[in-house]
């Protein structure tokens, strides 16, 4: 595969086909085995809900392949859950020990992916004022606008072309951000994505950024049947949106879609 890229080198094409034909080899196993477990499932239990699918492990953190198993499988409802990897199998292990302690226990699956801890406005205002004493800054100025106030306020640094840092309740579990610790930008402004690749995230301006959207009008900007939650699946824009949030859309024409908000 040749020498390994140093952080500063450029892209080539040698490098973008190395990754697109990894994806591909991976697609293609995956749709190889869950086509062979929905063919068993039909054959032993053929009254099973064999349709339905959950997926973990850490490749179900592959967000392009997950797009794509319910147009190349028999399986049309994907559920990932927000920490798919090695975290999320603590929860299973807990499950599992569970009901091996109590067989009449019942687990309740989980229903919200902010489980991570949270923190006050008195304990934010310290941490930046330590944060600022630290750098020679000297002493910072916090605000607390009241709901009312900060929403316009929000707005209106988005589309003047602020980064906004958006931080409230709990964390979210998992690798992805859902809302309640999330980089906040204007989709609508071509170069943001660049922007945010290159002064905030320092990664490749071709990793993607998820746009958040009303679950009500989700079907009014993509194409998908359902609710994709957790960030874990790559869709299509639809083609008369593309060119409205053009800092969220792949070349291809697609996107990684959130937790849509209700």
Same mark, same amino acid.
């Given at each position: 595969?040749?020498?390994?890229? /140093?952080?500063?080198?450029?892209?080539? *094409? =040698?490098?973008?086909?190395?990754?697109?034909?990894?994806?591909? %080899?991976?697609?293609?196993?995956? @749709?190889?085995?869950? $086509?062979?477990?929905?063919?068993?499932?039909? +054959?032993?239990?053929?009254?099973?809900?064999?349709?339905?699918?959950?997926?973990?492990g850490?490749?179900? %953190? $592959?967000? &392009?392949? $997950? *797009?794509?198993?319910?147009?190349?499988?028999?399986?049309?409802? &994907? @559920? &990932?859950?927000?920490?798919?990897g090695?975290?999320?199998?603590?929860?299973?292990?807990?499950? %599992?020990?569970?009901?091996?302690?109590?067989?009449?226990?019942?687990?309740?699956?989980?229903?919200?992916?902010y489980?991570? !801890?949270?923190?006050?406005?008195?304990? /934010?205002e310290?941490?930046?004022?330590r944060?600022?004493?630290?750098?020679?800054?000297?002493?910072?100025?916090?605000s607390?606008?009241?709901?009312?106030? %900060?929403?316009?306020?929000?707005?209106? =640094?988005l589309?003047?072309?602020?980064?906004?840092?958006?931080?409230?309740?709990? =964390?979210?579990?998992? =690798?992805?951000?859902?809302? $309640?610790? +999330?980089?906040l930008?204007? !989709?609508?402004?071509?170069?943001?994505?660049?922007?945010?690749?290159?002064?905030?995230?320092?990664?490749?301006? @071709?990793?993607?950024?998820?746009?958040?959207?009303?679950?009500?009008?989700?079907?009014?900007? @993509?194409?998908?049947?359902?609710?994709?939650?957790?960030?874990s699946?790559? &869709?299509?824009?639809?083609?008369?949106?593309?060119?409205?949030?053009?800092?969220?859309?792949?070349?291809d024409?697609?996107?990684?879609?959130?937790?849509?908000?209700?």
């Open positions: 595969m040749g020498p390994s890229r /140093l952080p500063d080198e450029p892209l080539t *094409g =040698a490098h973008k086909a190395l990754v697109a034909g990894t994806q591909r %080899l991976y697609e293609q196993a995956l @749709f190889h085995v869950l $086509n062979s477990v929905s063919k068993r499932i039909e +054959s032993t239990q053929p009254d099973a809900a064999s349709a339905r699918l959950v997926l973990a850490g490749c179900a %953190l $592959n967000s &392009v392949a $997950n *797009g794509t198993i319910s147009a190349a499988t028999a399986f049309q409802e &994907v @559920f &990932v859950p927000p920490a798919p090695d975290a999320g199998g603590a929860v299973g292990a807990a499950y %599992l020990t569970a009901v091996e302690l109590d067989p009449k226990c019942r687990p309740q699956p989980m229903r919200s992916p489980l991570g !801890p949270s923190s006050s406005g008195d304990e /934010l310290s941490l930046l004022q944060q600022a004493l630290a750098l020679h800054a000297g002493a910072i100025r916090c607390r606008p009241h709901p009312k106030d %900060l929403y316009p306020l929000v707005a209106q =640094a589309a003047d072309g602020a980064v906004v840092g958006w931080f409230q309740g709990r =964390a979210e579990w998992g =690798a992805r951000a859902l809302g $309640n610790r +999330s980089l930008a204007e !989709p609508r402004r071509a170069d943001m994505r660049r922007t945010l690749s290159a002064k905030i995230k320092l990664r490749e301006t @071709f990793r993607p950024f998820a746009p958040s959207v009303l679950a009500s009008q989700a079907h009014e900007w @993509f194409e998908i049947a359902g609710e994709v939650p957790y960030r699946s790559v &869709v299509s824009v639809l083609p008369c949106c593309r060119a409205r949030i053009p800092a969220v859309v792949h070349a024409g697609t996107f990684r879609l959130p937790a849509c908000k209700r």
